[in-house]
């Protein structure tokens, strides 16, 4: 059974550009949310994902936006990329239903802005 | 605002010997708590979870935490550490309803560096 996968690994930008990173959920889960880690931080909500919909949202800009698709799985969309947009941009699922599921994380995308 | 503060940025300690990373949160209503590993150029793994019951919660790899709600706390122990133990410890807390929503407040994570 595949846990959270996301791509791509590794990527590099130049300022101004815009990417999009990927998540597909680990099986059974429906909920999919985005973190920003930045260097020596910890992660860092951006915002969540259930029903094709965003749930809930951290503060961070509208330059971030995302989708779900019906298969469950993600995009996160950065627009017009700033130097401080470098970082590890992790994904985790988690099923709604019941109480006390474990979220799982990815292993990330690490982002350079240049 | 919520938050989340883990008091120490690094630990140095002995192979073998016992070890506690402390984290405090700003508020005991309706929290669950949870505690991560991230090796290097990895994602988070869990350690251990707090969602009710009893204060002392088991995890994997032999750490243990313990819920205190009068002092906010989630600390992270484990009685002999091995070098292998050497990564990233974050705290998270998640407020509200739900333990499901993915929405994780962490700290700003603790450096566990086990020396030989």
């Known amino acids: 059974d595949a846990g959270v996968t996301q791509s791509p690994t590794h990527l590099i930008k130049t300022r101004g550009q815009q990417v999009t990173l990927r998540c597909s959920p680990k099986?059974?889960?429906?909920?999919v949310s985005w973190y920003q880690q930045a260097l020596g931080q910890g992660p860092q909500f951006i915002f969540q994902?259930?029903?094709?919909?965003?749930?809930q949202r951290g503060n961070f800009p509208d330059r971030f936006s995302g989708h779900q698709f019906p298969n469950y799985s993600s995009e996160l969309n950065v627009n017009a990329l700033l130097l401080g947009d470098s970082a590890l941009y992790l994904c985790?699922?988690?099923?709604?239903?019941?109480?006390?599921?474990?979220?799982?994380f990815g292993e990330g995308s690490w982002l350079t802005v240049v | 605002a919520q938050s989340v503060t883990q008091l120490d940025s690094q630990v140095p300690v002995f192979e073998e010997a016992p070890v506690e990373l402390r984290c405090n949160y700003s508020s005991s209503v309706s929290v669950y708590l949870f505690w991560y590993v991230q090796y290097p150029n990895q994602g988070l793994q869990l350690l251990l979870k707090y969602l009710s019951g009893s204060t002392l919660v088991k995890g994997i790899n032999g750490f243990e935490a313990e819920f205190n709600k009068s002092q906010t706390s989630f600390h992270l122990r484990k009685p002999s550490v091995h070098i292998s133990d050497t990564a990233e410890y974050f705290c998270?807390?998640?407020?509200?309803?739900?333990?499901?929503?993915?929405?994780?407040?962490f700290g700003q994570g603790t450096t566990l560096q086990v020396k030989p």
């Open positions: 994902y259930y029903e094709e919909e965003e749930r």
């Open positions: 998270a807390v998640s407020w509200g309803g739900s333990s499901n929503t993915g929405k994780l407040i």
């Open positions: 985790a699922s988690s099923f709604r239903g019941g109480r006390g599921n474990t979220i799982y």
């Open positions: 099986s059974g889960h429906d909920t």
